[in-house]
């Protein structure tokens, strides 16, 4: 265990290059240290002589203006005068805790460069992001690759947003992929009595994943997600989706739109969702997913597999399962699960113990006019190849027919 401190001046740096695990803090004089003060970088994970370890472990006493993981020299160069090492993250492991909450963002940070976390490389490399409360931006030059990015937000942390600031307008995410990031090979995000009450309501919030395609070149998606939303407080509030695809349009300005590509795992737990416009999960392309509800309670709507978008990609069918347990389902409005899938897809809804308010199930082959009728539970494109329905012991209360055809 290595201690690692320093004194706060106009610019202050901690320079990590060796593995290991660190308890870092900063003091000042007078205290308490400003917004601007000091930044930690880890440039590589140089192994002892006598250990094979490449693994970083930082532990935050005090939070950073920034921690800045990256073998690029060019960003590195852009962080001040001084000149840092760049030993090369082939092979490290990052693994990030703060203990005492982050820093103050400045008002205004749109720039994944603001981000509390911000990994740029261009190695492939293996990172670990344990964040209680925290944002990341990850970045590179659209090359290289990162093994497995993990984000866990557990008891007694909470995440803050400010109120009355627009995430359209500034892109706030818990974890955000900017351009040029590199090939992510497993995303695991966990969120575990977390509390959002704050950070999620009519006037403020933040997006799970938001993935940036502002540019020409698509940021990459990674392979395989592991999503877990356990007991947290408050409600997880959206009138967007929580995972996003951020565009331009000339006309609209910021656009968020379906997130593309999805493979693996969403699980929510012991948590409530509201999302009075729009489904809160908001997929296209879809190539493999599970989504879980356990002890859930949802006002509006969950989840909405849009068609495809790439006419011009040959995509292998997807397949989507559901599985509600226990749950309690107000849709007022908004649809439970809409697939409209141009594609041949296999989509099987298992639910037990459920209690429904809405219609149970919708086919139309007309998308526009289906899109005007009253609440559903499911409604299904007739594009789809197969549906398979199990509903057992559920209390449903039907607004209009089981089955409508339009």
Not at 29 to 49: F, K, L, N
Not at 189 to 198: N, P
Not at 364 to 383: H, K, M, P, R
């Amino acid at each position: 265990m290595y201690l690692l401190s320093t004194q706060a001046s106009n610019s202050t740096a901690i320079v990590v290059s060796a593995s290991g695990e660190y308890n870092v803090s900063c003091s000042a004089s007078p205290a308490p240290v400003t917004a601007e003060t000091w930044y930690v970088y880890v440039v590589g994970c140089a192994s002892a002589a006598n250990s094979t370890s490449s693994v970083v472990r930082l532990q935050l006493l005090s939070a950073p203006t920034q921690v800045v993981i990256s073998d690029d020299p060019e960003q590195l160069m852009l962080r001040g005068s001084m000149t840092l090492p760049v030993l090369g993250l082939t092979g490290c492991s990052v693994a990030i805790t703060y203990l005492n909450g982050t820093s103050l963002p400045p008002a205004g940070a749109t720039s994944p460069r603001q981000a509390h976390a911000f990994v740029y490389s261009s190695s492939v490399m293996t990172t670990v992001l344990y964040l209680e409360g925290s944002f990341i931006a990850i970045s590179g030059n659209y090359s290289g690759s990162i093994g497995t990015v993990q984000i866990n937000t557990t008891h007694g942390s909470s995440v803050v947003c400010r109120s009355g600031l627009s995430q359209t307008l500034t892109g706030t995410s818990l974890l955000w992929l900017a351009p040029g990031s590199s090939q992510i090979t497993t995303l695991s995000i966990l969120m575990r009595g977390t509390d959002v009450s704050l950070a999620m309501s009519a006037t403020n919030g933040f997006f799970l994943i938001n993935l940036d395609n502002r540019t020409r070149n698509a940021t990459a998606v990674p392979g395989l997600h592991a999503i877990e939303v356990d007991s947290v407080i408050g409600s997880l509030y959206s009138s967007l989706m929580w995972l996003a695809t951020w565009h331009v349009s000339l006309l609209s300005g910021n656009v968020f739109l379906a997130y593309p590509r999805f493979n693996g795992v969403v699980s929510v737990v012991n948590s409530s969702i509201n999302a009075p416009t729009q489904a809160f999960f908001q997929l296209t392309d879809t190539l493999q997913l599970l989504l879980s509800l356990l002890n859930a309670t949802v006002y509006g709507g969950v989840f909405y597999q849009l068609s495809n978008t790439a006419a011009e990609t040959e995509l292998a069918c997807g397949s989507v399962i559901v599985d509600i347990r226990n749950s309690t389902l107000s849709l007022f409005d908004a649809r439970f699960a809409v697939m409209s899938a141009d594609g041949c897809y296999q989509i099987t809804i298992r639910a037990s113990e459920i209690k429904i308010d809405g219609s149970i199930i919708q086919v139309t082959t007309n998308q526009a006019q289906a899109l005007l009728s009253q609440s559903v539970f499911i409604y299904v494109d007739s594009a789809v190849l197969s549906l398979s329905l199990l509903l057992v012991d559920c209390a449903i209360t039907l607004f209009s027919n089981v089955v409508s055809v339009l």
